[in-house]
Structures are given as structure tokens and as C-alpha cells.
């Protein structure tokens, strides 16, 4: 994965206001979108969201923070903060990994009402842990 500029830019911004260095950042729809590792979520955020805050208002756009693990399994199932995951499989077939996130009906229809969402943690997915697809049962 290669980072452009801007990405970069956003990613210093981030480390020099928290003390915080996220590991991937993109934006979308206008959002700048990091992944930083689990250890250092509390430094990004800031006691009662202040920190992240003055981060949004320096760069001028919504900020929205994911938690990287090494395995993705532990991303699968901290990303769907709202939703419960009882369980997630990673496949391997043929040329393509997919990802199998399992919920309660209830919780798969609060993930499937928030599409902007799934498609920011897919795109993570891809990036990060080389996982073309994502399937919620």
C-alpha cells in the first residue's frame, strides 16, 4: 500500500497533535478515515473525545478512527462497534480472501443500515489485510 501526500500529511497531523502514528488513512466521502493500532486508540480520541476534536478542526473535515489489529479478525469484530460479531472466518479460495463476519439478525441489519460504514471497513479490510471481500451473515 502506498500512501500519497495528502495521506501522509494527514497521518503527521494526527501523530503530532496525539502522539498517536496511524498505520493507513484515506479519505472518504470527505472524511479522512485512519486505522491506528488498538494500543494507541486512547491517545488519538483523548479524555472525553477532546483530543480527536482539535484534530478535526485543524485538517477542516470529519475524522473517523478504526482500530488496527495484527490479525483481522480482531478488526472485523472491534469495527462493527454498534453490531455484535459472534464470529468471523477468513477463506482463501482460489486467487481471492474473503471474509465471513457472522451476526444476530438484528445486529446484521444495524450494519447493513450503515453502508457508508461497511464500505470505510472494507476498504480497510483490502488495504490492510489483502481481504477482497466481505460477506455479513
Do not use: W
Not at 460479531?85 to 450494519?111: M, Q
Amino acid at each position: 500500500m502506498k500512501l500519497d501526500f495528502e495521506q501522509i500529511r494527514f497521518i503527521n497531523a494526527l501523530d503530532e497533535m496525539t502522539r498517536a502514528t496511524a498505520k493507513d488513512c484515506f479519505i472518504h466521502e470527505g472524511s479522512i478515515v485512519f486505522l491506528v493500532p488498538s494500543k494507541h486508540m486512547r491517545k488519538a480520541i483523548g479524555k472525553n473525545g477532546v483530543t480527536i476534536q482539535k484534530v478535526k478542526e485543524k485538517l477542516g473535515k470529519p475524522i473517523e478512527l478504526f482500530e488496527y489489529y495484527e490479525n483481522p479478525e480482531g478488526f472485523f469484530e472491534k469495527a462493527f462497534y454498534k453490531a455484535s460479531v459472534e464470529k468471523v472466518e477468513i477463506r482463501k479460495t482460489n486467487d481471492r480472501t474473503i471474509a465471513f463476519v457472522k451476526t444476530k439478525s438484528d445486529d446484521k441489519k444495524i450494519i447493513l443500515n450503515n453502508l457508508r460504514r461497511l464500505d470505510k471497513i472494507k476498504e480497510l479490510a483490502k488495504r490492510n489485510y489483502n481481504i477482497e471481500e466481505v460477506r455479513i451473515r
